[in-house]
T-cell receptor, first 115, second 112 residues
Framework: DAGVIQSPRHEVTEMGQEVTLRCKPI?????LFWYRQTMMRGLELLIY????????DSGMPEDRFSAKMPNASFSTLKIQPSEPRDSAVYFC?????????????FGSGTQLSVL | DQQVKQNSPSLSVQEGRISILNCDYT??????FLWYKKYPAEGPTFLIS?????DKNEDGRFTVFLNKSAKHLSLHIVPSQPGDSAVYFC???????????FGTGTRLKVLA
């Protein structure tokens, strides 16, 4: 199994530009999570999908952030317009059931730098 | 407000000695706890977990201890090896939910 696949690995963009991060979860997993890692706040949950449906987006910081999951094998996280404070590592994770006591499998992350 | 706190940003330990990583939480509803390990340029990987019905869980060189009254858990690594050098995240969740709350991480360096 290839694991959770994220692209791009690195993204450098200028303030005001649109950024799209992509994720392919592990086949057979029906829950998908987007996390953001910063030094100050650690790993923050941004949004959670179950069976392609957004269940909880309370962690999405602002309307500039949006996420979609058009099918079971693909999800995107979009930031428009991007700002320097959005610079962070963004992780996608998937799990089989999405409940507590299920392991999360993380992708390698996207390092985003907004200049 | 950080519900899960890892107050030590970094820790250095000699190879062969014990590493103790600490984690505190504030939400009394949390009843399931995990530790994840993260190497540079990789995503976090699951290491060990513990349910609130236990106070200890062991897996090889890794042991997690839970003190519910103090709302504190710790990860012990014995003996520590250079390959254990990584960032360790503590996470907590409540039954019936999907939301893991992670701490800010502790960077462990095991010196050869």
């Amino acid at each position: 199994d290839a694991g959770v696949i994220q692209s791009p690995r690195h993204e450098v963009t200028e303030m005001g530009q649109e950024v799209t991060l992509r994720c392919k979860p592990i086949s057979g997993h029906n829950s998908l999570f987007w996390y953001r890692q910063t030094m100050m706040r650690g790993l923050e949950l941004l949004i959670y999908f179950n069976n392609n449906v957004p269940i909880d987006d309370s962690g999405m910081p602002e309307d500039r952030f949006s996420a979609k999951m058009p099918n079971a094998s693909f999800s995107t996280l979009k930031i428009q317009p991007s700002e320097p404070r959005d610079s962070a590592v963004y992780f996608c994770a998937s799990s089989f059931g999405g409940w507590v006591d299920e392991k999360l499998f993380f992708g390698s992350g996207t390092q985003l730098s907004v200049l | 407000d950080q519900q899960v706190k890892q107050n030590s940003p970094s820790l250095s330990v000699q190879e062969g000695r014990i590493s103790i990583l600490n984690c505190d939480y504030t939400n009394s509803m949390f009843d399931y706890f995990l530790w994840y390990k993260k190497y540079p340029a990789e995503g976090p990987t699951f290491l060990i977990s513990i349910s609130s019905i236990k106070d200890k869980n062991e897996d090889g060189r890794f042991t997690v201890f839970l003190n519910k009254s103090a709302k504190h858990l710790s990860l012990h690594i014995v003996p520590s090896q250079p390959g254990d050098s990584a960032v360790y995240f503590c996470a907590a969740s409540a039954s019936g939910t999907y939301k893991y709350i992670f701490g800010t991480g502790t960077r462990l360096k095991v010196l050869a």
